[in-house]
């Protein structure tokens, strides 16, 4: 059991290129999410999934797309990349009681 | 929007000694509260819950206790120890909605 998987660990991109992260959890969970992480705030919600096959925006979605069609995995899209989307990004799923956190893809945009 | 947010974005706590951590919450509709604790290079990782029927949970070393007339939320970390230096976030949502809103975390250092 590997919980919530992320890949890639690290990525740099240059303004304007595309990229898929990848997310994994073999918990069979309904629910998964994908948020990013600024220094010195919270995490906020980019997109999430409440089951296969459904997908809905979270509080900062502009510039990112998600999909959902396993269980297992959301991937997240940047469809072109912004200095501003330099973060890091975790990916979580969950039951109703609680959340599990994937290590995080730490993204830089130049 | 309405958003949940700590008191204060830093505490150093001497090692043995108990620490508090507060939150506080504005979203009234909230009947659901987590803790997480984040080291370093790491995901958050859930520390206790708690739902509005409840003022106070206890887990090992640990205690969350919820005010709901002032909309206050804290942890408490008993004996604390050089493990526990992290960022600790409170986290919210309500009934039959799985999305958390998190505030944006307090920063335990531990001193020898």
């Known amino acids: 059991n590997a919980g919530v998987t992320q890949t890639p660990k690290f990525q740099v991109l240059k303004t304007g290129q595309s990229m898929t992260l990848q997310c994994a959890q073999d918990?069979?969970?309904?629910?998964m999410s994908w948020y990013r992480q600024d220094p010195g705030m919270g995490l906020r919600l980019i997109h999430y999934?409440?089951?296969?096959?459904?997908?809905d925006q979270g509080e900062v979605p502009n510039g990112y797309n998600v999909s959902r069609s396993t269980t297992e995995d959301f991937p997240l899209r940047l469809l072109s990349a912004a200095p501003s989307q330099t973060s890091v990004y975790f990916c979580?799923?969950?039951?109703?009681?609680?959340?599990?956190f994937g290590p995080g893809t730490r993204l830089t945009v130049l | 929007g309405e958003s949940v947010g700590l008191h204060l974005p830093t505490l150093s706590v001497q090692e043995g000694d108990n620490s508090i951590i507060n939150c506080a919450y504005s979203?009234?509709?909230?009947?659901?509260f987590i803790w997480y604790k984040q080291e370093s290079g790491k995901g958050p990782q859930f520390i206790i819950d708690?739902?509005?029927?409840?003022d106070k949970r206890q887990g090992q070393r640990v205690t969350v206790l919820l005010n709901k007339t002032v909309k206050h939320l804290s942890l408490q970390i008993a004996a604390t120890q050089p493990g526990d230096s992290a960022v600790y976030f409170c986290?919210?949502?309500?009934?039959?909605?799985?999305?958390?809103?998190f505030g944006a975390g307090t920063t335990v250092t531990v001193r020898a």
């Open positions: 979580a799923s969950r039951t109703r009681d609680t959340q599990y």
């Open positions: 918990m069979n969970h309904e629910y």
């Open positions: 999934s409440v089951g296969a096959g459904i997908t």
């Open positions: 979203n009234s509709a909230s009947d659901y």
């Open positions: 708690i739902r509005s029927n409840m």
């Open positions: 986290a919210e949502s309500r009934s039959n909605d799985y999305k958390l809103s």
